[in-house]
């Protein structure tokens, strides 16, 4: 026996206006479309958390940029900003 459950969803107008013609060209419900997307999110593994590469270098790479260099560009920014 399946049990059901009645809710309500509140949804900005905006995509619910956005999800009629989609819903009426495939011929499919609002419930229908809910409880697929549900499903979906809920038996998908969580996707891997992937951090992009972004580092300076180590300073002993062609092109990279060391620390000591960076600190020393600020140094000189700050420096310049103020009157001699």
């Known amino acids: 026996m399946h049990i059901h459950m009645r809710t309500t ?3 900005p107008d ?3 206006k956005r999800a009629k013609p989609f819903l009426a060209k495939r011929k499919m419900t609002l419930r229908t479309l809910v409880i697929d997307a549900v499903e979906r999110v809920i038996g998908a ?3 891997p ?3 992009r590469d972004a580092s300076a270098g180590s300073g002993g ?3 990279s940029v060391s620390s000591e260099a960076i600190n ?3 140094d000189e920014t ?3 900003g ?3």
């Open 9 to 11: 969803i509140d949804m």
């Open 14 to 16: 905006d995509l619910l």
């Open 45 to 47: 593994p969580p996707a």
């Open 49 to 51: 958390f992937v951090l």
């Open 61 to 63: 790479e062609e092109g």
């Open 72 to 74: 020393r560009a600020i």
């Open 78 to 80: 700050r420096e310049s």
């Open 82 to 84: 103020f009157p001699k």
